[in-house]
């Protein structure tokens, strides 16, 4: 059974810099699609971003490339996201997930299409 832990939340002042980190028991990260969802309180888990780690290629929710970029470490099983310029709005708890589907029609923006998840890890961000 594979399992994610996530890293790296905390409060932050609104302009700093925050970057989550994703830890996956699965040795082979290279053939699966990493993602990052988040959840504000009250609201609905909602895609962040997404990378196929065998190939680099990134999925984004419209916008999200320049503020939300991710990346993959195959070598030590790691997918990192980072968080530019943090927005208040931006505060939530913010989960790692895997896929095993090898294409997806909706850019892996889709909660099912994730079949393990992390625990989450809390940002806030106040000044």
């Known amino acids: 059974q594979v399992h994610l832990v996530e890293s790296g939340g905390g409060l932050v002042q609104p302009g700093d810099s925050l970057s989550l980190s994703c830890v996956t028991s699965?040795?082979?990260?290279?053939?699966?699609?990493m993602g990052w969802f988040r959840q504000a309180p009250g609201k609905e888990r909602e895609f962040v971003a997404a990378i196929r780690c065998s190939d680099g290629h990134r999925f984004y929710y419209e916008s999200g490339q320049a503020r939300f970029p991710i990346s993959c470490d195959n070598a030590k099983n790691t997918v990192h996201l980072e968080v530019s310029s943090p927005r208040h709005e931006d505060t939530a708890v913010y989960f790692c997930?895997?896929?095993?589907?090898?294409?997806?029609?909706?850019?892996?923006?889709?909660?099912?299409?994730?079949?393990?998840w992390g625990q989450g890890t809390q940002v806030t961000v106040s000044s």
């Open positions: 699965n040795s082979t990260l290279s053939s699966t699609v």
């Open positions: 997930a895997s896929s095993g589907l090898s294409k997806s029609v909706y850019g892996y923006s889709q909660v099912y299409e994730y079949d393990t």
